[in-house]
Structures are given as structure tokens and as C-alpha cells.
Nanobody, 125 residues
């Protein structure tokens, strides 16, 4: 079992920045070549949306078109932590952001083997 805990959400004005963090604990699979972590988000009344993913081995990243050029995903292997730096935030980025871990990641979107509890991001206009 992998336990994921997000932090860093909050309220920000449009054009501002936030950084989300997600720490993985428990039975981590970070030594697996196909292990990946990333983020989904869900806005009120909308379907859950893939945001970004990063492969633990090699660090290759994938992004949704809606966040390319504004969001950056990164990781710290030693801390079992993944980050999402969000810049140039827009009101439409308002959502609950979920951290996700995949054991057999083959490309976006993540399948979501494990999920965090979510952190709220609100962007005011």
C-alpha cells in the first residue's frame, strides 16, 4: 500500500503561483522502472482531469495541453516527494488537486493505482 499526502494548496490571485507537494510513504515502488507519480484535478461539476506525470526512473514528464508552459512537475527521489509548480494561474485552474501514483505507467494519463486525499486550489479573478 502506498500512502500519499498532498500539501500546498490555497487561494491565489490570477497570474500568481503555487507549489504543491506530495509525499509518498508506506510500500513505495520507486525502484520499479515503470513507477510514476503525478497529479489529477477535479473542478466542481466537471470530470477529473489529468494534469502531469513524472517517471521516477529517468524523470521524463508528461503534461496536459491546458497546463503546458505554466506548470512544472518535479521530484525528489530521496524524499519520495513529487512537486507541482504552478505559475500564471488562471481561474479555470481552480480545482481539487490529487496526487497519484502508478506502478506500471505507460504514458499519460496516469491510471491511478493510489490516490491522495486532495488539496484545494482556488484562483480568484
Amino acid at each position: 500500500q502506498v500512502h500519499l499526502v498532498e500539501s500546498g494548496g490555497g487561494l491565489v490571485q490570477a497570474g500568481g503561483s503555487l507549489r504543491l507537494s506530495c509525499v509518498a510513504s508506506g510500500r513505495t515502488f520507486s525502484t520499479y522502472s515503470t513507477y510514476a507519480m503525478g497529479w489529477f484535478r477535479q473542478a466542481p461539476g466537471k470530470e477529473r482531469e489529468f494534469v502531469a506525470a513524472i517517471r521516477w526512473s529517468g524523470g521524463r514528464t508528461d503534461y496536459a495541453d491546458s497546463v503546458k508552459g505554466r506548470f512544472t512537475i518535479s521530484k525528489d527521489n530521496a524524499l519520495n516527494t513529487v512537486y507541482l509548480q504552478m505559475n500564471s494561474l488562471k481561474p479555470e485552474d481552480t480545482a481539487v488537486y490529487y496526487c497519484v501514483a502508478d506502478m506500471m505507467y505507460r504514458g499519460s494519463p496516469l491510471s491511478g493505482d493510489y490516490w491522495g486525499q486532495g488539496t484545494q486550489v482556488t484562483v480568484s479573478s
